[in-house]
């Protein structure tokens, strides 16, 4: 299990006005389907590379991501649109330098490929797996619920030797009317679904660090947490403003014969830079997982955490 830290990066900033609309182009029809039920097999995984490192307090890691394009890999987002409020199947292929679409992949953490999508003002997530077709689309449904700009995530590993874990970056559009927010505020302690994630330790600029999360339920630490895909718990961070990505994985893993199942998971992390970070961690509990959302501010001293949990990550596949 990875205990590092890996980060790409694109810039890109939201333009938008209060009370304007997003706009769907003409074309699009959108697969409409009742809302996605609490998920219970949803989050993802990817090596943790290209860890940040030194003391200098300087973004040490190489960028990746601020493309669409990298290393001869594309993503081609078929469909770039969709309705706020409605479920609509989204699509996409992963192409080679030859225009191809991929359709090998190494399986990392149980899945060939992990997607994300988040919103701009980081308010909106979710972790999902969709499904690839033999020709080498991938669909996997999913309702936004706030007219907006999204950013999607797909992060793989081609197969073959020496083939490297990429993370491809694409900008989507949710129409209907939009009304920016702000970042929750600092606090110490996440609540979702009735548990309670307190989160001790902080992030630093260009320094590992731990970060400690605590789960509990009515007062008591919850130590029978589930196994999922192959951890306790999974953590992914993206920095607010650019939406710099990171992903972490926490120490140890199920069955080594040192890591306990609950109530603590811990990580070590690095942030690139100092400024605000939101992090969503999720953890599965009674057969569902559920994310707990955070605000944490880096090079403060202090670690910020917002006092609500996430809105919810779903699966892909509506499990």
């Known amino acids: 299990m990875h205990t590092g830290l890996r980060i790409t990066a694109f810039a890109a900033a939201l333009a938008a006005t209060f009370g304007t609309a997003y706009g769907v182009g003409r074309g699009l029809d959108p697969v409409v389907a009742d809302r996605a039920p609490a998920h219970d097999e949803q989050h993802a995984s990817s090596p943790a590379a290209r860890e940040g490192g030194g003391d200098t307090g300087h973004d040490t890691t190489p960028a990746g991501g601020l493309q669409i394009s990298e290393h001869g890999y594309s993503l081609d987002l078929k469909t770039p649109r969709v309705t706020a409020g409605q479920r609509a199947d989204l699509r996409f292929t992963v192409r080679d330098a030859s225009g191809r679409p991929v359709t090998e992949y190494r399986r990392e953490h149980d ?20 499904g690839r077709a033999a020709d080498g689309t991938w669909s996997t449904p999913v309702d936004l619920p706030l007219a907006g700009g999204y950013r999607v995530f797909a992060d793989f590993t081609p197969a073959g030797k020496g083939a490297r ?10 129409s209907g009317t939009y009304r920016p927010q ?19 330790g902080g992030l630093r600029p260009g320094r590992a660090s731990e970060l400690r999360l605590t789960v509990s339920r009515d007062g008591e630490p919850v130590t029978d947490l589930q196994p999922y895909l192959g951890a306790y718990g999974h953590l992914v961070a993206l920095r607010s403003g650019d939406l710099a990505y990171l992903h972490v994985h926490p120490h140890g893993e199920p069955g080594d014969g040192r890591t306990p199942s609950g109530p603590e998971v811990s990580f070590t992390a690095t942030a690139p830079s100092g400024g605000s970070y939101r992090l969503f961690l999720d953890f599965k509990h009674d057969g569902v997982v559920r994310t707990a959302a955070f605000t944490v501010r880096a090079g403060t001293g202090t670690t910020a955490p917002d006092a609500g949990g996430a809105e919810h990550s779903d699966d892909g596949h509506g499990h």
């Open 182 to 200: 702000e970042l929750p505020r600092a606090g110490a302690t996440a609540r979702v679904d009735g548990y309670e994630v307190r989160l001790t």
């Open 165 to 174: 874990n990429l993370t491809l970056g694409a900008d989507l559009a949710a």
């Open 111 to 130: 899945k060939e490929l992990h997607l994300i999508v988040v919103s701009r003002d980081l308010l909106t997530y979710r972790h999902l797996h969709p």
